[in-house]
């Protein structure tokens, strides 16, 4: 199918300020990148490279004053659900690949240390695998209440999860931070995600970038989402990594502020989109 995406925001600097953005999905594992078209106002010089997690990273000097930076794209992605492997098993340390391994390791938003005691208390009985995973967002969906505002840039998973609440990176992060106390390889993902699959009316409030979480199991990563908790389709990644501060929109090296975002992302009148079980194959 075919999905329209894409972003405005407006940065105000008070003086040239470096920035970095992760904002660009990459044409890359089954998604594909088409006409994307990018204007900064006012214009100036803008590179790009790709970090060590192989996401698009952006590089600008803001100018003093505003800077309004408008993309806009059509991703090509598979028209299907998110698939769903019950009998996947987990895979045991000694046998993940190293590329792996870091990701079984606390990071900044994830302090996998700090949870490991909770975490084996209260998915140890629980078989290993895409099982495991499955219940670790279930209680994430169940027992965290999703509440804009309720958290902050610094706000970790460990936090959130104490407090019981947060937004959709929250549920990302304190899903992440399970699997990795139980030795289960994750990683943060952020991106669009489009009100394709919904039951019920589409959700009124503006739309934002999105985040969900990968798990490493069956010798593969595989899609997971503690936030909805249910398989959706038209997914479209713009950046992976160990938690949120490898995927950072912007990351400005001195004095700018963001003061305005606005997202889009809908499937496009020719998509052709399946039946339920036409996706699931």
Excluded: K
Aim: aromatic share 12%; glycine share 8%.
């Amino acid at each position: 199918m075919q999905i329209q995406i894409g972003f405005e925001l407006v940065l105000e600097s008070g003086s040239p300020t470096p920035t970095a953005a992760i904002t660009e999905p990459p044409s890359r594992d089954g998604q594909r990148i088409l006409t994307p078209c990018l204007t900064l106002t006012p214009q100036l010089p803008l590179r790009s490279y790709f970090d060590s997690f192989g996401n698009i990273v952006w590089r600008w000097t803001a100018p003093t004053g505003m800077l309004r930076v408008h993309y806009d794209a059509v991703a090509e992605v598979w028209p299907r659900l998110d698939p769903v492997y019950p009998d996947l098993p987990g895979t045991p340390v000694d046998q993940l690949p190293d590329s792996v391994l870091m990701y079984t390791l606390p990071s900044r938003y994830c302090p996998s240390d700090l949870a490991r005691d909770d975490a084996w208390r209260i998915f140890g009985e629980v078989p290993d695998g895409w099982v495991r995973v499955q219940a670790i967002c279930d209680w994430v969906h169940r027992n965290i209440v999703y509440a804009v505002g309720s958290s902050t840039g610094t706000t970790s998973g460990y936090e959130a999860y104490q407090r019981r609440q947060g937004v959709c990176r929250d549920f990302a992060h304190i899903a992440v931070m399970f699997c990795r106390a139980l030795n289960i390889p994750a990683r943060y993902v952020y991106g669009y995600l489009p009100d394709i699959d919904i039951n019920g009316p589409a959700n009124p409030d503006p739309m934002d970038f999105h985040a969900w979480f990968e798990a490493y199991l069956g010798r593969a990563w595989q899609t997971f989402d503690a936030r909805h908790n249910r398989p959706r389709s038209g997914r479209v990644v713009i950046a992976r990594g160990r938690d949120a501060v490898d995927t950072a929109i912007l990351t400005s090296y001195g004095d700018s502020r963001l003061t305005g975002l606005t997202v889009w992302a809908h499937a496009l009148p020719t998509s052709g989109l399946l039946s339920e079980q036409e996706a699931q194959l």
